[in-house]
């Protein structure tokens, strides 16, 4: 009989991180996620299908704690939660394997827990005290990897460093390893690094003779090896599978490592194109993924709206899209601003980063060196950010706002549905709620394009979640 494995995601979010573990192997007992709009998202795909959202917000969001509890999701603050210690109690005296969630925290520190008033500590000591009261075997906390550069700034000790000391300190003590993860490196379509701590119970971790580095772990490092060789991967981190066909060529090519991912393997049917072998790897990894989801699947696309542009939008697309292909730098358009420069200064800096016209530039690059330099004044912008995807390379961080990115064929930002399969989120999975909102309203409102990017990729998260379950299913219960 196969042995179930109860968790809790705190700061839930649209759900990615749970589409993970409950892949992996993991069963829900409660989620919590504070904000309406990601927690309709998470209800209507890993509990029950939304059919009217004002029955939902009167049955669910409007409910007492109690009966939120009971039916998986809680939609409110985690500390209007940890007031209620009879519900927090029952689920330590039912039994939790594993608490994971991405609380806020940037400006963490030990001593910060003595000011109540200082919301940047609220939510990470929130987290910790729901686990000292859980007593969770496994604890997984996710957070975005600059945390990591601020090791050693204005000589203090990171956020990063500090809460995983106070993780280590937490109820009985876990053994913490701090791991970078990139989704890169498990099959997903987009280069995202994260950082992760990850710890498991004192007395398992000796039960078992598990032991973690204090040194921050890379997963760029792994050569993903079956059996790690001495030195390399920590026995809480997962075993790397997918790499760069110059990795592939260094390491030999096994079974068990593949191709990694890219942008034509997630689009490649939105593009018209006929599926190579890892896009149909990808597309069976995102069935699998599926298989989770309480949605199931229609035969319409949702959340594919093409946003409109105007014709100046598109044709500064199109050469962003150019430039991808030609290698030109993009910011080139910015040097029509550089008004510190002359302007004969700032056209010769353009001319240099003219390559010529190319028969696949499809009519939209200038075919002489005088129009380049009239089409480059014409487009030019003083946004820098924007850059067009390119389709043999990994998708870059998907953030959430998308106007940071160009499609790469069409003149035009991604679709919600576009990112999400960066994410590797399946079709089935429908996102809720509005699909943008203002810049006034993004500090109380997380529409879909914030949803998708604030989310933990479903692939990494299994991939975490598998390796955190064969731990856990060597031990008794009586650990």
Known sequence: MTKTFKYVDLFAGCGGLSLGLRAAGFKKRLAVEKSEMPAETYHHNLIAPIDDIDVWKRDHVEADLTRQVQRGLVVSELGNLLERADIVEGMAVEGIDLVAGGPPCQGFSMAGRRDPDDARNKLPWEFLEFVKTVKPKAVIIEN???MKSNFAKHGKPSPFRELSEALRQTGEGYIVQALLLNARHFGVP??????????????????LSITASSALWSSADDDGALVPTEGKRPQLAPRRTHFTKAELERLGKAAEIRLERVVRDALYDLLGDAPVEEAIEYRELLAELEQHVTRKNTNNLTNHNKRRHS????????????????????LVLGLPYRHELSRDARIRAIRETY????????????????AYIQHVFELATKKHSQRALRLHEPSPTVVS?????????????PTVRELARFQSFPDSFEFRAKETTGSHRRRFEVPQYTQVGNAVPPLLAKALGVHLRGILGQINDDH
């Open 190 to 207: 987009q280069n995202r690094p994260r950082l992760f701590l990850v710890g498991i119970t004192r007395k398992i971790a000796d039960k």
């Open 401 to 413: 706002l998308p106007d940071d990115f160009v499609h790469p064929v069409e003149p035009r930002v």
């Open 144 to 146: 975005v990897s600059g």
């Open 311 to 330: 014709e100046k939008v598109k044709q500064r697309f199109g050469f962003y899209q150019i430039a991808a292909e030609r290698g030109i730098n993009k």
């Open 355 to 370: 390559r010529g016209a190319d028969v696949n530039d499809r009519g939209a690059f200038p075919e002489d060196v005088d």
